[in-house]
């Protein structure tokens, strides 16, 4: 379980993430919404420990971030939205490098790498540097490498990105397959068909606020849309309305 508690994040005098509280379950995918500068990399980041929030806190799985890291990290994978690979490793290597941050046994460790490669169609590049590797190879990768260590809770920002089609039904394949193993699964992503196949739940951020959170049928009530309306005209007439209020707020500031 994800849970977020008034999270808030200041640079200066911005404010890119202001008092967002959220909570995903075990076994829900939910997915994060919102137009560029949204705030929805930096919400990530604090979730996953790359940046300390100014205020509010993080617990996964039961464990405060803040007090308990290691905990914390290790029921995570993550993939971010551009992932980072040594590249004098061999893919093999980068997947037993990723299994022994996380204490995976090297029995195990074994045994999952190769059903991780022969998954991701990689097995013919496992002795290969990952310099080698084109893009969608690389993000074949960073979702193996995430995965290594059989995680309880999956955050991915934009891993659509670079996938041929093959490769993006799989993954669509498998976040359905973790969340019905209870995995709690994390989803930004700019593809609003994405979310709306994939998503139990949607959440929209704008200008660093989460405005609307629910289900589709609850999204197109909040938007005031009708019944037949797809998630793109929910998500600008949502965002749109966002945009109008904060320019009338600052008109009467």
């Known amino acids: 379980m994800i849970e977020l508690l ?21 076994g829900e995918i939910f997915a994060c919404l919102g137009p560029n500068g949204a705030g929805k990399t930096t919400t990530i ?24 890291p290691e905990s914390a990290k290790r029921i995570c994978g993550f993939v971010p939205d551009r992932p980072f690979l040594y590249d004098k490793l061999t893919g093999a290597e980068m997947l037993d490098f990723v299994a022994g941050l996380y204490g995976v046994p090297p ?17 013919d590049w496992a002795d290969e540097l990952t310099e080698s590797y084109s893009h969608g190879m690389k993000q074949r990768l960073a979702l193996a490498a995430a995965l290594i260590h059989e995680p309880r809770i999956l ?15 799989l993954l669509k394949q498998l976040v359905r397959q973790w969340a019905g193993r209870g995995v709690t699964v994390f989803l930004s992503t700019h593809s609003l ?14 200008q660093g606020r989460l405005i609307a959170v629910g289900t589709l049928p609850e999204l197109q009530r909040m938007a005031g849309t009708p019944a037949h ?16 209020t904060d320019v009338v707020v600052r008109a009467h500031a």
Not at 229 to 242: G, H, N, P, S, Y
Request: hydrophobic share 50%; charged share 30%.
């Open 107 to 123: 029995a195990q460790a074994r045994e999952r790498r190769a059903a991780l490669l022969e998954l991701f169609d990689l097995e």
């Open 193 to 206: 068909e994405v979310a709306e196949e994939l998503a139990d739940r949607i959440g929209i951020i704008d």
């Open 155 to 169: 955050v991915l920002d934009e891993p659509m990105v670079g996938l041929d089609p093959r490769g993006a039904r």
């Open 229 to 244: 309306a797809d998630l793109e005209a929910v998500f600008l007439r949502l965002t749109a309305a966002e945009e109008t």
């Open 6 to 26: 008034d999270l808030t994040k200041r640079f200066g005098a911005l404010t890119a993430v202001h008092n967002l509280s959220l909570t995903v379950l075990p």
């Open 45 to 68: 980041k604090m979730m996953m420990g790359l940046l300390r929030p100014t205020a509010g806190q993080v617990r996964l799985g039961g464990f405060d971030l803040a007090r308990e």
